[in-house]
């Protein structure tokens, strides 16, 4: 019998394996692919733009998503991140990108069995060894529920997905979402239907439900069938040793039905693990661990307790669909796009520098792991308000500038107090949309207030319990902190309410971060004073900048129309006439408001790296267009 000596053998020739085995080719190990091709599947997937670009396939942008649920309601998100792409496009593009490394391509089945120094993988007459074993065989153990999808025509969508949402089927414990797909082709006029958990015949009457004018949609292929598997947690990333990887994890989002972006992801960071720790399996099982807690997010535990958090967050979206308060526009999109995440709108980045990026990964990775056993989706929204690529407005890069005015970059266990601030602050805005819902009235439990009030509560508790760890001599300020938010909510929603109340409001958000970390650092009292006006003045930039962008029809960094920003009173607006003049006279004063408070800001710094930092965070919060209208020769260095 033929034998064959490899690094790593790869099982599973799937989009997950492929790019495991060519990353781990292109770092120059030695790899086997063993498995023969998926099943050829002509159909669409749906996956996000950065997926897509990776993978290097052709793709079709889809920047509408329309979401439909019982009883007539429905809701859009725009900017999705999201693109449509022929599945065995994809799957070949990745196979090729494997084999053009070289690596031993085998196209039979394979069973593995450990041996003492690794692994030994029989491949028909051969028998192939190595030190290191990757999982890549897909979803079809007891947990994995059945898949269909069919190529259909008839249907001009334009870039619009089309996904309804029927409730569980079950009232139990382990109901859990069915999502009815329909994703436009790179074919004009063609769409796939996909479903899973149901029948293709079942998933095209709720579309026609939903939507009579797709009554006319016709198949134009067979179905194809598969399974999928959800439920993810990342304990399950190592098996006898095994890193496994793709839809064996539970990575497809249950709402969606997409996965493909998730399992690729996969494949890279088992690559990467061996990469770091090539000669010690166990070292790189381990590595392996730590980055599928760092970076893939969906954590929901066992089938039976996912399925519990599926059906919560299912009824909070059905309930919530008709709802625009941030709290939720930003919940729908952590809930539904996780592929798409980085890719939701165009943010600039502040120059945050590499004496701060260790810290503000530091602070994600926290704050992260506070929330995501209890409330993955709580998780999602935080990655997605955090993401270390978009180091924008968040309030750790406040904090960490602020540190930095001593002249010493923040130390490394600060991060637990400036990701409990971060907690906070989402804690704070939740409960803004606390408030009852009218609209839900006689109808039983208000699930949009209910979810408020439990994800607030929960958001501050873990805050609490971060400061409490981590610097606990700060328990105090912090408390205050929250009493003084609290105190300006009432007035804000007082009736009737101060118009200046929700200024003041971001004022305060704002102040903390950067009051507490200059004198974490022991800055003069001078120092902190000004400081601590300096995130008061950007807290009056942040929301006279939301309110521009709403009156120019805009989105906001707050995911909030003009008109859920006035119902919800989060603006320095107390009222618009819809009128033009009123409109225009309502843009001229708040302009005004906020060159004010970016004047103010910028006064409040001093120099150095600081000053930098500071000044870089203030342009990206007020936004380029805005900094340069107001300080056109004073770019962000």
Known sequence: MASVDVTVVVLGAGPAGSVAAAELARAGL????????????????LVSKETAVYAGVDHRPLDLLELAFDR???????????????HDHLVDTLMHKAENFGIARYTELGTAERVDDGWQ?????????????????????????????????????????FLHLPAPSSTGPTGQ???????????????????????????????????????????????????????FTPSTGVQDGALVVGDALGVVNPFTGTGAG????????????????????????????????????????????????????????????????????????????????????ERRRADAGVAVAPFLLATSEIAVAAVRREWPFVASLIRLETDADQHDVRPALLFAGAA???????????AGIAAAIELAMLGMLALTASEPSETLAGRGVDWPSATAVLAGDFLLAQAARLVARHEPELSGPFADWMADLVAIRARRISDPPDPAASVDFFGCLFEFPARIAAQLADCPEEVVTRLREFG?????????????????????????????????????????????????????????????????????VGEGLSKRVLHGFLDVLAAPSFARATHPSQETK
């Open 177 to 231: 979402p069915t999502p009815v797909r329909l994703t436009p082709s790179g074919i004009d006029g063609q769409a796939t239907i996909s479903v899973f958990g149901d029948s293709i015949e079942t998933a095209f009457g709720l579309l026609v439900q939903s939507r009579p004018e797709l009554a006319g949609l016709r198949p134009v292929g067979p179905v194809h069938s598969g399974t999928v598997r959800t439920g």
């Open 121 to 161: 993988v029989r491949v028909g007459d051969r028998t192939v060894r190595a030190r290191h074993l990757i999982r890549a065989t897909g979803a079809s153990d007891d947990a994995s529920l059945p898949a269909y999808a069919q190529r259909c025509a008839g249907w001009s969508s334009g870039d619009q997905v």
């Open 404 to 414: 930095l005015a001593s002249g010493k970059p923040p130390k490394s266990e600060w």
């Open 30 to 45: 030695d790899v086997a692919l063993v498995g023969p091709p998926p099943d050829a599947t002509a159909t669409d997937i």
């Open 536 to 604: 008061n003045a950007s807290g009056r930039v942040f929301i006279h900048v939301e309110d521009l962008l709403a009156l120019h029809r805009k989105r906001t960094r707050l995911d909030a129309t003009l008109d859920s920003l006035l119902a919800t009173r989060l603006s320095s607006l107390p009222s618009l006439i819809p009128e033009s003049d009123d409109r225009a006279a309502s843009i001229e004063a708040t302009t005004v408001a906020s060159v004010r408070a970016y004047e103010d800001a910028r006064l409040r």
């Open 262 to 345: 998730t399992a690729i992801t996969t494949g890279k960071l088992a690559a990467a693990a061996i990469v770091e720790q090539a000669t010690d399996p166990a070292l790189s099982a381990r590595t392996y661990l730590q980055l599928l807690n760092r970076d893939v997010l969906g954590h929901a535990g066992p089938p039976t307790q996912a399925a519990r958090r599926y059906r919560l967050a299912w009824r909070v979206l059905a309930d919530t669909s008709g709802m625009d308060h941030p709290f939720f526009a930003k919940g729908r999109k952590a809930i539904l796009l996780p592929d798409g995440i980085r890719q939701l709108g």
């Open 72 to 86: 007539g309601r429905r809701t859009e998100l725009t900017d999705t991140g999201l693109a449509s792409c022929f």
